[in-house]
T-cell receptor, first 111, second 111 residues
């Protein structure tokens, strides 16, 4: 099993550009999550999904969108990138025992 | 609502010394608690978890944690640390469908 995979690993965007961060899991988990991590701030939940076709906002959803058309995939869309979205983004999926499995992260810089 | 407080942002320690990383939580639902470790430029991985049963929980790499309901604490301990334990450690508490993370404690092990 590959677990949770994320692409790309690194990306530099210009202000106002858009991009999609990809996330795929092969563990057949219903629950999936997107977090952002900023230095000294821990992880902040952006969006999550409890199953295909169902998504909900987390703590910091502004400027982001998600979709969940399959169990495996949970892409995160950034529209009109802003410098405040410079961060490391982690995708995770959760087992029935509340254990979350994390991807390796995407380091995004908006200039 | 859930919240997690990690009382130390940084803990410096010498190799082979014992260490304790402190975590206090509040939760309005059943208490499921977790410790995750993040090595540089990697995602988070689970160290240990408390779901029910014995209040002393053993995890990977020689770490253990004790759940104390009266003090709402879940401190992480290791009797003898190694250089390779240098990493950031996150305490988390489960809500209905999500985890709430603390801001992290950086463990710095020096020779």
């Amino acid at each position: 099993n590959a677990g949770v995979t994320q692409t790309p690993k690194f990306r530099i965007l210009k202000i106002g550009q858009s991009m999609t961060l990809q996330c795929t899991q092969d563990m057949n988990h219903n629950y999936m999550y997107w977090y952002r991590q900023d230095p000294g701030m821990g992880l902040k939940l952006i969006y999550y999904s409890v199953g295909a076709g169902i998504t909900d906002k987390g703590e910091v959803p502004n400027g982001y969108n998600v979709s969940r058309s399959t169990t495996e995939d949970f892409p995160l869309r950034l529209e009109l990138a802003a410098p405040s979205q410079t961060s490391v983004y982690f995708c995770a999926s959760m087992s029935t025992y509340n254990e979350q499995f994390f991807g390796p992260g995407t380091r995004l810089t908006v200039l | 609502a859930q919240s997690v407080t990690q009382l130390d942002s940084q803990v410096p320690v010498f190799e082979e010394a014992p260490v304790e990383l402190r975590c206090n939580y509040s939760s309005s639902v059943s208490v499921y608690l977790f410790w995750y470790v993040q090595y540089p430029n990697q995602g988070l991985q689970l160290l240990l978890k408390y779901l029910s049963g014995s209040t002393l929980v053993k995890g990977i790499n020689g770490f253990e944690a004790e759940f104390n309901k009266s003090q709402t604490s879940f401190h992480l301990r290791k009797p003898s640390v190694h250089i390779s334990d240098t990493a950031e450690y996150f305490c988390a508490v489960a809500g209905y469908s999500t985890l709430t993370f603390g801001k992290g404690t950086m463990l710095l092990v020096s020779p």
